[in-house]
């Protein structure tokens, strides 16, 4: 619960704040702790667009609702932003700073004093477009700020008996799709329905790449293994199919954070 303080402590001063709420572990530990410090002068907001799905937003709902925090929805289209569609290495970039100059417009009409997201500790290793964003439109990232890296924040939420706790990380949609191909409504709905169809056969962490007409799933390489159970892979097949796939390829890597980033060759100069 020290910990928590600090983190608590270290928001205080701000007097006020807008919260990116996804709803997952890293922006849920912020949403708590601004409620905490600064009361109703903390606001989450979600925004809703092509690339999160209703379960994710309903979810995101109820969490708030148990935190306590003020939150509000906010609806556009992200396939409509120049740029996002054609898919480029920096699609992040151009996703946050949508997301991140909409929040500072709210932020500004209702005289709230920051910016806050879920940026972690462990995050500024791997290569993310998105902070460019962040640092040129001075979003705040208390969780980085402070060196709090994801087991850390897993084990604050276990101890606040948050429900995220244990949720497995879920970046956007779009993610699923190769840098390059174009993003479509059509390619979400059907990444969309194919991880819905998984997680209803029990799958908990999980992919689904769009490779045009094949689906290429990963999955933890303990739960590959349920995959060969009798009827099972039948049946993930018939469902992924139904999704608007031909071919259904499990991959035997397993599953791995930003696995489509090993076709940028060069994507350990770039600046994250």
């Known amino acids: 619960m020290e910990r928590l303080e600090l983190l608590i402590g270290h928001l205080r001063p701000l007097g006020s704040a807008v919260v990116a709420f996804s709803g997952g572990a890293d922006s849920a530990l912020v949403a708590w702790a601004a409620h905490r410090a600064l009361g109703d002068r903390a606001l989450a907001v979600t925004a809703r667009s092509e690339s999160l799905s209703e379960g994710e937003a309903a979810a995101a709902r109820a969490l708030a609702e148990r935190i306590g925090i003020r939150q509000e929805e906010i609806t556009y289209s992200e396939l409509a932003i ?13 996703c946050k700073g949508e997301l991140f100059r909409r929040l500072a417009v709210i932020a500004d009409e209702r005289d709230l004093a920051a910016v806050l997201d879920g940026t972690n500790a462990d995050d500024l290793s791997d290569f993310r477009p998105g902070r460019r964003a962040a640092e040129e439109l001075a979003v705040r990232s208390p969780l980085s700020e402070l060196g709090w890296g994801k087991a850390a924040i897993r084990e604050a939420l276990r101890e606040l008996e948050l429900p995220v706790w244990d949720k497995p990380s879920s970046p956007c949609l779009s993610s699923r799709v190769p ?3 174009p993003i479509t409504r059509e390619k979400l709905e059907q990444i969309g329905r194919a991880e819905a169809a998984l997680r209803e056969l029990g799958f908990r962490e999980l992919r689904v790449r769009h490779h045009g007409s094949t689906a290429r799933i990963e999955l933890p390489r303990a739960e590959m293994g349920r995959v060969l159970a009798d009827g099972l892979a039948e049946e993930i097949v018939r469902r992924v199919r139904e999704a608007g796939f031909a071919f259904v390829a499990l991959d035997l890597e397993g599953l791995r954070s930003g696995s489509l980033n090993r076709l940028l060759p060069t994507v350990g100069s770039r600046t994250p």
Do not use: K, L
């Open 179 to 181: 840098y390059g191909d």
């Open 82 to 94: 120049p740029g996002y569609a054609a898919n480029t290495p920096d699609r992040c970039y151009v």
